[in-house]
């Protein structure tokens, strides 16, 4: 059974920094397209970034370009996801999901997820 754990959230201030990791229980996490959404209270969980099963593509939303950078170790079954620049308006709830990797996956919506992680919350406030 796949087990997705976040860590490395927290409180930081505007404009500064934080790296989130996601480590992934079994030995299958190449075969993983991996992805990072986030929800705010009383918003939708939205995505932030994916990484194809090599690390070789990347895809972000339009709202994290330039700012945050999603990595992967497959040798340590561990993404990442390097947030700077960091905003009042990216406080929220970051999520770990993880898609079997198929044909046409890029970007992942939800519901597209095979497997989720229970988040870790990120605030951004001075």
């Known amino acids: 059974q796949v087990q997705l754990l976040e860590s490395g959230g927290g409180l930081v201030q505007p404009g500064g920094s934080l790296r989130l990791s996601c480590a992934h229980s079994?030995?299958?996490?190449?075969?993983?397209?991996m992805a990072w959404f986030r929800q705010a209270p009383g918003k939708e969980r939205e995505f932030v970034s994916a990484?194809?099963?090599?690390?070789?593509?990347?895809y972000y939303a339009d709202s994290v370009k330039g700012r945050f950078t999603i990595s992967r170790d497959n040798a340590k079954n561990v993404v990442y996801l390097q947030m700077n620049s960091l905003k009042p308006e990216d406080t929220a709830v970051y999520y770990c999901?993880?898609?079997?990797?198929?044909?046409?996956?890029?970007?992942?919506?939800?519901?597209?997820?095979?497997?989720w992680g229970r988040g870790t919350q990120v605030t951004v406030s001075s």
């Open positions: 999901a993880a898609a079997w990797t198929r044909e046409g996956l890029t970007t992942m919506e939800p519901n597209e997820a095979d497997y």
């Open positions: 079994t030995r299958t996490f190449g075969s993983f397209h």
């Open positions: 990484v194809n099963w090599s690390g070789g593509s990347r």
